[in-house]
């Protein structure tokens, strides 16, 4: 699980990433990013609507297996950002750890928030 000091608190510290963000989309996921270099840390939050998936259970694991995704790549960014990452199709509980993997890795290669390394 993902750090609580690396998670959003409350629905109203999202609302400026909302408005003023930058967004990439795959099929299953859209990455919504902005600098934040007023933070210490990076804060990455999971979007899952309930017409994406019902069940809370199923929300809940689709959540839980992004967040861990999300908790390896945390040390390859650059620098502080806000990233939202909104689940869009129900076809992630069932997608492989490898698929969910690569896809939330080719989008965050699209942004900036990636070291040159």
């Known amino acids: 699980m993902l ?12 609302k400026y990433l909302y408005k003023n963000g930058t967004s990439v ?6 990455i ?5 270099p007023r933070r210490k840390q990076s804060r990455v939050s999971v ?22 995704i999300v908790r390896h ?14 689940i869009v199709s129900g076809e992630t509980i069932t997608a492989s750890h490898e698929d969910l993997a690569g896809t939330i890795h080719s989008l965050l290669a699209q942004t900036s928030v990636y070291s040159s390394k």
């Open 3 to 14: 750090a609580a000091r690396n998670r959003f608190h409350g629905h109203a510290s999202q």
């Open 25 to 30: 989309r795959s099929h299953w996921v859209v």
């Open 32 to 36: 919504k990013y902005i600098a934040n």
């Open 47 to 68: 979007v899952i609507s309930k017409k994406v998936h019902k069940s809370a259970v199923g929300r809940n694991r689709i959540r839980r297996r992004v967040y861990e």
């Open 73 to 86: 790549e945390l040390p390859k960014f650059s620098g502080i950002y806000d990233i939202a990452i909104i």
